[in-house]
């Protein structure tokens, strides 16, 4: 018999297995959440990256926490500023990194061209949800608004976990301005917290994304431009053709179902384990995502 | 000008800059660690695999942490079992999975059918090198002769990090017995500490196993055999042609080198930082890894 591990997974809206009850999986729960549970991630806060070869990421914006940063993507995106670009460096156990066509090109019109730190934000209006367990880089941790999110005193930032996107920069006082993004890929570099703007998270397509080739090039940067990975485009859902438009869910963080998932995430008590660990790190409670069922009320 | 972001570079040997002083990087510590911080890999410890395509990976070993299971490991090792199988799996941001060419084959002589569930050991003669910041995963986290380690009362454990090799198992009370093994691959999954046995760590090759394209059938597993990545061999280093074995060595955690090395990845003040964590997770201070150079000490 094959010998398998625990999967959390977090794609299978198929996988509906027993009522719920006890002794579920985080799976299982996911799989059983009632569509209340779920919230519609917005077109207009959505990028699709394709890349030459076809294979699309979905990334969800977060405006709310770096606004002017994702105001220069959104604009760079409208202007179809990475049809053409690529990504330039796969770095092991940390990032993916892509650039767009034209370094030189003149921004489009609406960008700022010397954004703001924004590394972190006012926490009041945040309505967090604690994680519940101690996170060695921040003394607050937990959720809002289906986000995961850190916070020290009154200021609050999103943290650099796995999936996570953020701006590219040059050395300080630079603060990137939009034109180079990554996506975290591995153990979740949190010394990057509050020292880049983190502007989103991949929604789908870290498969595709976490398994390219690895730079050979300091840093992980493709040492050939040969090697580099051809974006086809990075475009705002909002403006593709309407067939075109991802429709995904993420699960709301306010909803008793997150609850649940969160402590199954900390205590497995699903048949496979013998003993749940009483505890977990905030990366390690990614936020549910599925595609939106047709007919779901919300 | 390139935007960039920092690195760690564990495997840069010639990645030295000026002089050790303030404000270095955990890589600048690493390249400038005297020989005395480092300390072999013995042969007799050491795993390579080889993919059919030639690419390797080298695997250390932890017998004084699961000594059946790492038993049995060398037992198939030396039997040359894996010659032949392939990696079934890849899950991403989770695990990386191996079988052997023929499941149903006698094991060889010598090889424990049913381990013990070495999931942790004794605390006792484990000499620990304190983390020093919180783990939402065990009341004790720490390094010891150059592995990470949790620990929780009398029981110690090694923690279910990036590039940690464990061994898969069935339903409990199956342990697993080696022969299908998998690597951490993405976020550490924390929650499977003390649920399966962790019988080593990739110190090289995991550019190699990261990048393996996912699979598509549930649990990451190949959904067609043909994508199975096939495995040339496993072999014990003290059994290949001495021009074949591996050198490596790992940094000595009970080094003031280490020291440095484990504050300046909880508190980043190199230059491309603003702002220090001031802590750090587990799981996020790999322990260094260097080929062992000609002529050093030790």
């Given amino acids: 018999m094959r010998r398998i591990l625990p999967i959390l997974a977090l794609l299978l809206p198929n996988a509906a297995s027993a009522a719920p009850g006890p002794h579920l999986s985080p799976a299982d729960i996911v799989a059983h959440a009632p569509d209340t549970a779920w919230a519609d991630v917005p077109a207009d806060r959505l990028l699709v990256m394709t890349l030459a070869d076809g294979r699309q990421v979905a990334i969800e914006l977060a405006p709310q926490f770096a606004p002017v940063h994702v105001g220069n993507i959104v604009h760079l995106a409208r202007a179809h500023r990475w049809a053409g670009g690529a990504i330039i460096r796969v770095q092991d156990n940390y990032v993916v990194q892509w650039a767009p066509r ?3 090109a003149q921004p489009p019109a609406g ?12 926490r009041q209006g945040i309505s967090f949800h604690p994680l519940g367990f101690t996170d060695p880089y921040a003394p607050a941790a937990g959720f809002a608004t289906s986000w995961p999110v850190a916070a020290e005193g009154e200021r609050a ?3 650099q976990c796995y999936g996570m996107v953020g701006v590219g920069r040059d050395m300080p ?4 301005d939009g034109r180079e993004l990554y996506v975290v890929n591995g153990e979740a570099p949190r010394q990057l917290d509050r020292n880049l703007a983190v502007v989103g998270r991949v929604l789908t397509g870290m498969e595709t994304l976490g398994a390219l080739p690895r730079g050979t090039a300091a840093l992980g940067f493709y040492a050939d431009k040969a090697q580099n990975v051809a974006i086809r485009d990075i475009a705002l859902a909002a403006d593709l053709p309407p067939a075109q438009q991802p ?3 993420v699960m709301r963080t306010d909803s008793p179902t997150f609850s649940a998932y969160l402590d199954a995430r900390a205590n ?3 048949p496979f384990f013998v003993r749940p660990a009483h505890g977990v790190a905030l990366c390690n409670v990614p936020v549910p995502v599925r595609p939106k069922r047709q007919g779901a009320a919300r």
């Fill in 102 to 104: 034209d370094e030189k």
């Fill in 111 to 122: 960008f700022v061209a010397h954004p703001p730190a924004e590394y972190d934000r006012a």
């Fill in 157 to 159: 930032w999103l943290p």
């Fill in 173 to 176: 006082p630079d603060t990137g």
């Fill in 247 to 249: 429709h995904l869910q």
């Fill in 268 to 270: 497995r008590t699903d």
